[in-house]
């Protein structure tokens, strides 16, 4: 190797971990991104180490000759900067209509986890691009225990994130990936694929927004659609209120849906 490419190499190599160096004792660039409230992201994008949030949710759908009612808990944080790590288990109660026996057993439906990685944001067109994996350990519904494996099968969801700015107020993002699922009763594999989308004004100045996202699900020989309207609003420091109602667009089983998604970042001062 000629002695001129040696020092070039080496000073290239200290110029990167100088960089590195720089950007560890410093917070790295963080663009705010309205984040969908019914398909909720992990965490913010660029999200900054020590960064905590608690969601809980409450939901109601009509599904015809049934009504569900959903609650969820979800626990998310940053252990590193632009990661973001995410715990939730989700539970479905469910209520005949007119006295009828159609409705599914209610159900702690899964134990999840989630990670997620802002591999890249840019200031200079106001993006964020993450990669993120999330993992549902299914569980058996409340009238099976006992009689059934308590664990029934393993749900595969691998995903990216795409969010733009667009101007000073208004908000784009993309959130889509496959689900696989393995029951492990069945030797067959179901998967689909979502695409969902969202639009939002945030009010200048505070963390407040209106907005629509649009769920889409693709399966082999089906295809869905729901409408989310959308509201946010900030009821204290640290403390937010989402409001969703659904409407199918294409969909067999679902009519109106509800969901109200509560945030709450201990220690996180705006």
């Known amino acids: ?150 664990i029934g099968g393993n749900l595969f969801n691998p995903f990216l994130v795409v969010a733009k700015r667009l101007g000073s107020n208004f908000h784009s993002l993309v959130y889509t990936g496959p689900r696989v699922e393995k029951m492990f009763n069945e030797k067959e594999w179901k998967s689909n694929y979502e695409v969902n989308t969202s639009f939002h004004f945030m009010v200048p100045q505070t963390r407040n927004f209106v907005g629509l996202e649009v769920n889409k699900e693709f399966a082999a020989k089906d295809f869905s659609m729901v409408a989310r309207p959308q509201l946010r609003v900030s009821i204290a420091d640290n403390m937010l209120i989402g409001i969703v109602t659904g409407i199918p667009i294409v969909s067999e089983g679902e009519k109106l849906s509800s969901f109200l998604r509560l945030i709450w970042e201990p220690g996180h001062d705006h």
């Open 1 to 150: 190797m000629p002695r001129h490419s040696f020092f070039v190499y080496i000073t290239a190599f200290f110029s990167c971990i100088n960089t590195f160096a720089q950007e560890e004792g410093s917070q790295p660039v963080k663009i705010e991104h309205a984040e969908p409230l019914y398909i909720d992201l992990i965490r913010d994008l660029g999200a900054r180490k020590g960064e905590k949030e608690w969601n809980f949710g409450f939901g109601l759908t009509d599904n015809k000759k049934y009504d569900s009612y959903h609650a969820l808990v979800e626990y998310e944080f940053a252990p590193a900067n632009r990661l973001g790590v995410e715990f939730e288990v989700p539970f479905t109660y469910y209520a005949s209509q007119n006295g009828t026996n159609d409705a599914p057993s209610s159900r702690i439906e899964s134990v999840k986890s989630a990670i997620q990685w802002t591999f890249l944001v840019s200031e200079k067109y106001r993006s964020s691009f993450a990669l993120g994996y999330i993992n549902e350990i299914i569980l058996a519904d409340i009238e099976s225990y006992g009689k059934e494996p308590f």
